[in-house]
């Protein structure tokens, strides 16, 4: 946000006069849709292509072909359409899938008010956790602040709260 802050100031600069009114989430409706259905189609400037990066590359990580979790169903989706056997499984996914996007093969999680994160299969998700809580981000932190530090580095996965939650218990010990 204090990117667009800066900018604003800059380009309020360039005016004799501007007046800024606070509008109400209810009466924002119409530029909440055009921003998402921009988001939608790929429209990005200079901040969105930073977005989707981690902000440290922690690792290289590529899904192993052929090996099914918590992301295969989402990107099956999403690349091809395809839709789960049960019913009420598959309405499950389409509800679920508008919070992913896919990029260049990569899964990650949109969020409204950070960066999309970089989706993570479980095995390396361990070595995230690992990384994060004992190498250079870490401190020894408890479950909260070491889900957040994971979070903020760009990284998530499904279970990433009871992960967290195991191995600051595991650690603790």
């Not at 189609?41 to 052929?66: A, C, F, K, T, W």
């Not at 090996?67 to 598959?90: H, S």
């Not at 070595?127 to 760009?154: A, M, Q």
């Amino acid at each position: 946000m204090e990117k667009y802050l800066n900018k604003v100031k800059r380009f309020v600069q360039k005016f004799k006069e501007a007046n800024f009114v606070q509008l109400l989430r209810e009466e924002n409706m119409e530029v909440d849709a055009l921003a998402k259905a921009a988001s939608a189609r790929g429209i990005m400037d200079e901040y969105d292509r930073v977005q989707y990066m981690p902000s440290i590359n922690l690792l290289e990580v590529q899904q192993i072909e052929g090996e099914e979790n918590w992301m295969t169903p989402i990107i099956a989706y999403l690349k091809d359409g395809r839709l789960l056997e049960d019913k009420d499984e598959a309405r499950k996914l389409r509800v679920r899938v508008v919070k992913y996007v896919l990029i260049d093969e990569v899964l990650y999680k949109r969020s409204f008010s950070q960066p999309y994160l970089r989706c993570l299969a479980p095995d390396e998700s361990n070595y995230v956790l690992r990384e994060v809580h004992e190498g250079s981000c870490g401190n020894h932190s408890g479950v909260r602040s070491l889900v957040h530090k994971v979070v903020c580095v760009g990284y998530y996965w499904s279970t990433i709260q009871a992960d967290a939650k195991a191995y600051v218990k595991v650690q603790g010990t």
